[in-house]
């Protein structure tokens, strides 16, 4: 549970924000919780107002990439403040990002710069209307794509933790204008296109899913989203607002081999400070005003702190790719995962996992997860006994059942002891 000064200010947090939040899954409701207040990081750990310290598998929900306040990231941070926080003028710093964008990414021409990824979906699906002048938009039943009301239709993530109906406040007609279908199950999305392929602007999907636990795509699943998007002149729209430079340099589309239409991605361009983005070929993207009649626009879009932050980091990874970065993050997380398996195959407690690049998933759950179905049978009692034992072992991972863990470029072999010595000790409890 947490500590006295951390339920201290909770509670004077409760009496000011919804729920004691500015996010729902912070609250801790789907592990029954209290959640702890953050005071720093550093590296791989996370320390909390209490004076506890935790291997971090959080990350910040994925964008730290480079783990808690690292050096370079700073000091970059620290120059660009000096001259200035924002100036609503353009700045070579976007230029220079967007070119890495570009540069990594060989689906994308141009790129806009936003504040979120919720910015980033939105702008795209309003892109991919107005290219096609259609108005329905496809997206899959368990899949995350922020909060603009067209996406909160069977979507995952916080929304599924807190049993939300295909959410209040998002009006009827709004709604009836995105179709969910099954994530991983081809056959439905034909049908859907059998019936009103002509009316579809986009399909949008997560190549990996995120929000639903980490969940891969069937092998060719992919391949026939895009084939049928492509046969029936829909646009194909990759939210990689997780995945992007996380699963690899070019992102799940380079590690699929798949160029979908428009893409967007989030904080991880950052480093972690608030940003968003989305691009694609360059027709599409000359659409947006002010180069065509799409509007979209944002105040701090670009800003300085954020552009810094996120060429230090792309550069980075850049140079870390060439001593193959990403398998070193995937070979961490699947050690994660194995032992998570074959320890509860020692302790007769289902459990089954995904790892791919610097993301995986833990589900206690029988066989393999493909979908939301799959992923909403995971035990989520034995989840919330494992979060807080793992806690309490000094180590954290999101406190809910539908997230992803996520490992950065500074978790370590002493981390990776730590967390798996942890398991052995928490399996252990939950069969006693």
Known sequence: MAGPKSTAAFERAKRVLPGGVN???????????????????????????DGNRYVDYLMSWGPLIWGHAHPQIVAAVQEAASKGTSFGVPTELETDVAQKIVDFVPSIDVV???NSGTEATMSAVRVARAATSRSYVVKFIGCYHGHADHFLVKAGSGVADLG??????????TAERTIAVPYNDIDALRDVFLERGEEIAAVIIEPVAGNMGCVLPRPGYLQAVRELTRSFGTLLIFDEVITGFRVGLGGAQARFDIEPDLTTFGKVIGAGLPVGAYGGRRDLMEMVAPSGPVYQGGTLSGNPLAMSAGLVSLNMLEAANREGFYDKLQAYGQQVVDQF????KQHGIPTYGHAIGGLYGLFFHEGPVYDFEGAMASDGASYERFFHAMLENGVTFAPSPLESAFVSGVHTSRELEITLGAMKAVFAQLTS
């Open 164 to 173: 939300l109906p295909d959410s209040p406040g998002v009006p009827k007609e």
């Open 341 to 344: 398996v074959e320890l509860g």
């Open 112 to 114: 806009r710069m936003v």
């Open 23 to 49: 996010s729902p899954v912070r609250a801790f409701k789907s592990v029954h919780g209290t959640p702890f207040f953050a005071d720093k990081g550093e590296g791989p750990y996370l320390y909390d107002i």
